[in-house]
């Protein structure tokens, strides 16, 4: 009875009553009706009998709080829980036995059914955590008569449904990322289904392609108006392709990958990635531009780089300079023997000290010996030594250079010039590391690094049968050439400076300024003597000159006179006929293959490369002189 008093029925409500049962069914359901209608006795009503049959077909609060999903707690007005659902247990996990009328701050820390029953204001959809649960909860006071008797909270936990929307949530960014690669790709790229139909294209692609193509979505790939062959043959084959060339309408060539798109190995159609070849042309153009400069830089940092201090004495910064530079440094880095060969004056001497001073032997001796300076019958003892009464005049035991050389280097200066019998010996200690002293029989080791040069050319005098070849080829390990002067004017100015401030401190002169014109005369001069002749050039000037200014009137006549007679001759105009200019070319070319006899040497005259030189030789039917 007291369920169905718990119904609020208002007035022309209709009511059905019903049950199952026999008489005392009935019976009740007569009393029931009888009692809506305000016409009951309740005096008269057998109450019990009433509740207990509602009892037995009624669904009671109790039944209903238990059975739904969402958690439900109930405090009294005390904040002492008198309810805790099922699905709360499940939720929050604990058992209801364990709650019971204890204080709901006891049991959740962060219960606010406290402060709903002090301020009686409802709170909806309050998100929070309890462990690894996430809940939602609405809570509200329970008030009967104007006066709080307690609060219910229900709640759902919602940490599967935060899981899928994050889910979604990443999975919306990542399409939008996607989206937005495609869209802005480089690369033209469109998609066609297993049917051939275009499901998605960027605009790349319609750039790619020269069309406008977004109307053709859903249709299929063969009726665009693109000339495509290749691509709908790669479509057909199912598999992948790459470097299909197409030609545009305007005649732009389009080069295309596809790409089968396989979902659990069933076929699902095909990307394509399109871009203009002229695209890659430019791309593989600024390579190519790229490569060429990076190989000027790092050519520029080898020859900009320091190779070794005792380097620091050899001016000039010139390519051919800097090529042979290396090669000594290298060379001063072994112990192989070296053969400087240079025109007069191009600095052999220099070179060899720097190798000595660069090597692991520049604390021991570094022993010169100029074979020409020496008389022929005095050079077999200077190198070798003598003992005593060897000779008339050898009064006492003297060493040989190669001795007094031991653990260092011996330079032998102008090889070129010693006689065929001096060679022999010469061959010996180059094999072997060892000799005799002239006049005696003890066999002296020796261990010595040789550098030779000479000004000639050992390799023709071979051919003559002046020179061993057997000699030449143990001296001709590591070989350097000097490039004479006149093959590096660029290094003129370095160099004359250099000689400038060496004479003015050990003159102790000074010269601020040197005028331009000096060095534009310097430069055209042809300078047989090379360096050497240089700086006697530049000591003379210095010597002749009293002011701050060193300017061409210091210089030797010749050098403006040549420079003169030479810009005269250049042009030779016969009875005022200008020959036609590739006359003048083939003239030069004769004239500069004549002189040095060689592609590379005249190229570096004239200041082309050989490469040039040879080709016009050969479009002027010219070839290299003999010998
Ligand atoms: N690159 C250079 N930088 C500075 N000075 C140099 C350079 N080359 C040569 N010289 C100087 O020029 C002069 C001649 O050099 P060196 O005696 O080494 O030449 P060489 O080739 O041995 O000549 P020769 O065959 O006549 O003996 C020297 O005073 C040397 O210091
Ligand atoms: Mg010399």
Redesign the pocket.
């Known amino acids: 009875m007291m369920a169905l008093a718990s119904l609020t029925i208002r007035y022309q409500d209709e009511v059905v009553v019903s049950c199952e049962g026999g008489d005392a069914c009935n019976f009740a359901l007569a009393e029931i009706a009888a009692c809506l209608e305000g016409q009951i006795d309740i005096e008269k009503v057998d109450i019990d009998e009433i509740d207990r049959l509602l009892d037995k077909a009624t669904i009671t609060v109790d039944q209903l709080i238990e059975s739904i999903y969402d958690g439900v707690i109930v405090v009294n007005e005390d904040n002492r829980i008198i309810l805790f659902n099922r699905a709360a247990e499940k939720i929050i996990g604990i058992s209801r036995n364990e709650v019971i009328g204890l204080k709901a701050t006891k049991v959740l820390e962060n219960s606010r059914l406290g402060q709903v029953l002090k301020t009686g204001e409802k709170t909806i959809g309050d998100r929070q955590n309890i462990g690894s649960t996430t809940i939602i909860t609405n809570r509200s006071p329970i008030i009967i008569d104007d006066r709080i008797i307690g609060a219910i909270a229900t709640f759902q936990d919602i940490t599967e449904i935060e899981a899928l929307s994050s889910k979604l949530d990443s999975t919306i960014k990542i399409k939008e990322t996607f989206g937005n690669i495609l869209e802005y790709a480089s690369d033209g790229i469109c998609m066609i289904n297993e049917l051939g139909t275009i499901v998605y294209l960027n605009p790349q692609f319609e750039k790619s392609w020269n069309v406008t193509l977004k109307d053709a979505l859903g249709d299929n790939i063969k009726s665009t108006p693109l000339n495509i062959s290749s691509i709908i043959k790669a479509v057909q084959s199912k598999k992948p392709h790459i470097g299909l060339i197409d030609q545009r309408v305007d005649g732009v060539q389009i080069l295309s990958n596809t790409t089968p798109i396989m979902i659990n190995g069933v076929f699902r159609g095909v990307v394509i990635f399109s871009k203009e070849v002229t695209e890659l042309q430019k791309l593989l153009e600024k390579l190519n531009d790229a490569e060429a400069k990076i190989k000027y830089f790092s050519e520029e940092l080898q020859w900009n780089q320091r190779f070794h201090e005792a380097f620091d ?4 910064k010139s390519k051919a ?1 800097k090529n042979v530079l290396d090669i000594a440094y290298k060379a001063s880095q072994s112990n192989a023997t070296v053969l400087i060969h ?1 025109e ?8 060899a000290k720097a190798i000595s001073d660069a090597s692991f032997r520049k604390n021991k001796p570094f022993i010169r010996l100029n074979c020409t300076t020496i008389p022929e019958n005095l050079l077999e003892s200077e190198l070798f030594g003598h003992v005593r009464g060897a000779f008339t005049g050898a009064i006492k035991d003297k060493p040989g250079r190669f001795e007094l050389a031991n653990g260092g280097t011996i330079f032998l ?1 102008e090889i070129g010039d010693i006689s065929k019998d001096m060679q022999v010996k010469l061959l010996r200690v180059l094999q072997e590391r060892e000799f005799e002293r002239v006049g005696g029989d003890e066999t002296l080791k020796i261990d010595v690094r040789i550098i030779a ?1 000479t ?1 000639k050319n050992l390799e023709k005098m071979v051919e003559d049968g002046t020179f061993r070849e057997d000699l030449f080829y143990r001296l001709n390990v590591i070989p350097i050439t ?1 490039p004479p002067l006149r093959e590096r004017p660029e290094d003129i100015p370095l ?1 004359v400076k ?1 000689f400038v401030e060496k004479i003015c401190k050990n003159e102790k002169k000074k010269v601020k300024n040197i005028s331009s014109d000096v060095y534009s005369i310097l430069q055209a001069y042809h300078w047989p003597g090379n ?2 002749e240089l ?1 006697n050039i530049i000591e003379r000037a210095i010597a002749l000159n009293d002011g701050n200014l060193l300017d061409s009137s210091c210089l030797p006549d010749y050098l403006a006179l040549q420079k003169k007679i030479e810009s005269e001759d250049l042009i030779n105009i016969i009875n005022d006929q200008i020959a036609p200019l590739e006359e003048y070319e083939k003239a030069i070319i004769k004239a500069a293959l004549k002189k040095y006899k060689s592609y590379n040497k005249a190229g570096k005259a004239l200041g082309i490369t050989h490469r040039t030189v040879s080709l016009k030789a050969k479009k002027y039917g010219l070839s290299l002189p003999q010998g």
């Open positions: 004495i050899i001016i000039g300079l240079g007069s004056g191009t600095g052999k001497g220099l070179f200066d040069a000004n000097l160099l250099h360096i050497r700086e």
